[in-house]
């Protein structure tokens, strides 16, 4: 059980090619940051783990079963992703109706449904919003709709992409115990991000992207220690990274850390 | 007298029970950089909607207090000539992208072309900007098949095609990657050279150090904190006011707990490294 990435490559129409031969495996349970500069074919390469683009060459399977074969909405019953924009995802008239549609649109019945979504609003934070309309609340708790309508489908694996753009502490922190929530229940989770801080507190394996490639796939401090990566997929250091490297100290991701290793 | 001043002012949105700003009085110079930080829901986006107006002529509601934008009441603007001195780039710049061009050139060409610029003015500053925002290359493409990091490039080009004297910017960089960020905050630390006034909402609370003359902390509605950069950056109690502090600070209070202080807090990274080389007697 997992999402496979085999050689995968994908050319939008008109002939613009964002990934080129791909390899990437995503285990249940996993933690797996994407990191890199804009137009490294990040999304493109999450789209592909959930169907919405299939490969224009080589094959993506997820769960042993080749995305070619399958709908877009085959595939979303199992990997969930969560727009970049809200507003590309939203069509519901109240937060309670657009986190209701997924399991709705499945048939589940009414008490599955509550169950369901009851689930997905804690963990989102949203209990004060759900008679609201998702266009007049702000385009931060906004994005967390969208991520609890994602989360109702209880997909095994769940793409985020750029989820704590736009975030303030509370936010961030809603963000963080879902994360925590998920991966003991077993969901994959996939994340886009530019956060380095939020990569450095919450995820052990991160992939580094550049011209349509896969550039390096290891731990964060291997990731951030390693200045030809960082360089290449223009990434910057956490704070508290780049200020131990400056000093010549290496390995050290956090405030903890930094602390005891000075006199 | 202060470019933009504000008197106690409390707002209500229509319909809304609680203000979404309370008793604010506070003045803003010109050709200064201010950086507003604070959790969402603090009243930033309220403040940023006073400034340009659109708080009380676009969104009513009830507005006490007193306003004054270059000494004129803010009740008394005409909307079209204060939206002439203040350029506000939206928060979503999918909100902002016009949805009518069918170019990014006509895009950011859009707001002159409707103020009845000559030709030749327009295509020269439109040139200008484009390239200022490195945005060259996406001249010729459609606005609704760009990134988001590349729709925000353009969102922000559109208003400087403007150049209005004060900018009210609001999250410019949520979509970009640092590198892209980072262009942005030198792109606005050079319209700053130029005498433009600045009000910065933002999270990256790394680059306000950096760039910011002065950061406001807004919270439930209120400024909490108003204050040179390094001074406000550096508080202890950050924190608890919902706002983001830099890592590099909160080492600093966290050396000091552990009985090993630095000199004083840092905000920026080049200072901590020198406070830490000094502490370590380098130099």
């Not at chain 1, 998920?182 to 580094?208: C, P, S, Y």
Request: net charge negative; hydrophobic share 40%; proline share 5%.
């Amino acid at each position: 059980m997992s999402i496979e990435l085999i050689n995968a490559s994908f050319s939008y129409p008109g002939g613009f090619l964002a990934n080129e031969n791909l390899n990437l495996v995503i285990q249940p349970g996993e933690r797996v940051a994407i990191v890199g500069q804009n137009g490294a074919g990040k999304t493109t390469a999450v789209k592909m783990m959930n169907g919405l683009h299939k490969p224009t060459a080589g094959d993506v399977l997820v769960d042993g079963k080749n995305t070619k074969e399958f709908t877009t909405a085959q595939i979303a019953r199992t990997v969930g992703y969560v727009f970049q924009n809200p507003d590309d995802q939203i069509f519901n008239q109240s937060v309670r109706a657009e986190i209701e549609y997924m399991p709705r649109y499945f048939k589940f019945s009414p008490q599955e449904t509550r169950r369901r979504v009851e689930r997905a609003v804690a963990l989102a934070g949203l209990e004060d919003y759900m008679g609201k309309n998702p266009f007049d609340i702000p385009y931060p708790i906004r994005k967390f709709v969208t991520i609890a309508a994602v989360l109702a489908t209880e997909p095994k694996y769940v793409i985020f992409d750029e989820p704590t753009a736009g975030q303030d502490r509370r936010g961030t922190k809603i963000l963080e115990n879902m994360m925590d929530e998920l991966q003991k229940e077993g969901i994959a989770v996939v994340t886009i991000t530019h956060d380095m801080e939020f990569v450095a507190r919450n995820f052990d394996r991160v992939v580094a992207m550049a011209h349509r490639n896969i550039l390096a796939d290891g731990t964060a401090a291997e990731i951030f220690g390693n200045n030809q990566v960082v360089e290449e997929a223009r990434i910057r250091r956490p704070q508290l990274a780049q200020l131990a490297l400056d000093l010549g100290l290496e390995g050290i991701l956090n405030c903890e850390e930094l602390v005891e290793a000075l006199d | 007298m202060s470019l933009i001043e504000l008197e106690n002012v409390t707002y209500h949105y229509p319909f809304s029970k609680e203000p979404a700003l309370r008793q604010i009085s506070c003045t803003f110079e010109k050709g200064k950089f201010y950086g507003i930080v604070g959790e969402n829901g603090g009243g930033k986006t309220s403040l940023c909607n006073l400034l340009r107006g659109l708080i009380p002529h676009f969104y009513r509601g009830k507005l006490e207090g007193r306003v004054t934008i270059d000494g004129t009441d803010v009740q008394d603007w005409d909307t079209g000539r204060l939206s002439a001195r203040i350029g506000y780039v939206f928060q979503n710049p999918f909100t902002q992208i016009s949805g009518i061009k069918a170019t990014v050139f006509e895009e950011v060409a859009m707001g002159l072309e409707n103020l009845g610029r000559p030709k030749k003015e327009m295509v020269d500053e439109v040139l200008r900007v484009c390239k200022l925002l490195d945005i060259e290359n996406l001249m010729e493409k459609s606005p609704n098949a760009l990134s988001g990091g590349q729709r925000q490039r353009v969102a922000f080009a559109s208003i400087l095609a403007m150049d209005a004297d004060i900018l009210v910017i609001d999250e410019p960089t949520s979509q970009l990657d640092p590198q892209g960020t980072q262009d942005v905050f030198e792109i606005i630390h050079t319209l700053r050279g130029t005498g433009k006034t600045i009000l910065l909402v933002e999270h990256k609370v790394d680059l306000i150090a950096e760039y910011c003359d002065e950061v406001l902390v807004m919270q439930g509605g209120q400024i909490v904190r108003k204050g040179p950069t390094a001074q406000v950056l550096a508080d202890k109690e950050l924190p608890q006011l919902g706002a983001l502090q830099p890592q590099v600070a909160m080492f600093g209070h966290a050396m000091a707990d552990a009985g090993k202080p630095l000199e004083e807090i840092p905000i920026t990274l080049e200072q901590a490294l020198r406070l830490v080389r000094r502490r370590r007697g380098e130099v």
